[in-house]
């Protein structure tokens, strides 16, 4: 649907962390009152509804994701069935439920469970600063191809990870240190010599915004869908051990915690290690 410029300013205005959700609202009850064009009248009445009303628009959980399903050409993974995934497994997990049951007096956004989905490095949905970040991943792989030298892959590279040698006759040799996984090297590649390895997404723990900030940290390793699930239900777990009055997930994980969970697969405490 299209915005008046007004209405597009007004929108901006609103908390980042709700304007996505403030914002498809506003769409749909301008639709529902037959408008061909959202207003500033129509983001303002919206607004008001919600803020009144902001308890009952809660629902326990923020689900994120960047733009890469909408066709971005940088996404490292194109995959479209995590996000349904995670979303089944959030409400599954009753997040609102146990909100309610934790939360002393009135429930707001900031008391919701936060998860990011970023389909490549470039994380424009912020899942460093989200209480679970996903990050999609693809890892270059050199393969028997005869390389041509011609450098693309090396101009491609925007970490300076990949390089050619001084050998004629040997292909590109990639920095694993350096290298963030992007899988933008392969596809500029014209003799195949750069192809796809492992495809799959990082995840990183415990990120914030407000009066502590502090970046997720990692969990060495790229995983898969059915890893990202564990993940998240471990996560969520723990989450409901320790919570007792609505603090965020952020707030509850230790550094030890992300380092134990990367060596054993399970948070202290946890009963049984995770199957990752
Ligand atoms: S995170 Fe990557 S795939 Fe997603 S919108 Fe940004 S550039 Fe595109
Ligand atoms: S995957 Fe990205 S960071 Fe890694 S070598 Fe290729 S372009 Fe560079
Ligand atoms: S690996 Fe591919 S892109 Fe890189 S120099 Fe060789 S032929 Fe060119």
């Not at 733009?67 to 609102?96: H, M, W, Y």
């Amino acid at each position: 649907m299209k915005w008046a410029p007004e209405a597009e300013s007004a929108i901006k205005k609103v908390p980042f962390f709700v304007r996505k959700r403030v914002r498809a609202r506003v769409e749909k009850e301008a639709a529902d009152r037959g408008k061909p064009m959202v207003a500033l009248t129509d983001v303002k009445a919206t607004q008001r509804r919600y803020l009144n009303n902001m308890e009952s628009e809660v629902r326990g959980y923020q689900l994120d994701t960047c733009f890469g399903p909408n066709g971005c050409p940088r996404r490292a993974v194109n995959s479209n069935t995590l996000l349904p995934r995670i979303q089944a497994l959030l409400e599954k997990e009753d997040l609102l439920g146990f909100l309610k049951k934790t939360v002393p007096g009135t429930l707001r956004f900031h008391h919701e469970f936060r998860i990011s989905i970023a389909d490549c490095p470039n994380a424009c949905s912020q899942p460093q600063i989200k209480d679970i970040g996903i990050l999609g991943a693809c890892v270059p792989r050199v393969t028997e191809e005869a390389c041509s030298r011609c450098e693309a892959c090396v101009d491609a590279c925007r970490e300076t990870a990949v390089a050619l040698t001084e050998d004629d006759d040997s292909g590109p040799v990639i920095d694993r240190e350096q290298c963030i996984n992007c899988g933008r090297c392969i596809p500029v590649c014209p003799t195949e010599t750069l192809a796809t390895g492992q495809q799959g997404y990082r995840i990183q723990l415990g990120g914030k915004l407000g009066r502590h900030p502090r970046l997720a940290m990692e969990l060495p390793g790229i995983f898969s869908e059915d890893d990202i699930s564990c993940v998240i239900r471990d996560c969520i777990t723990l989450y409901k051990q320790r919570s007792r009055r609505g603090e965020r997930f952020a707030d509850l994980l230790t550094a030890e915690d992300v380092e134990t969970y990367a060596r054993h697969g399970r948070f202290p405490g946890a009963d049984n290690p995770s199957p990752l």
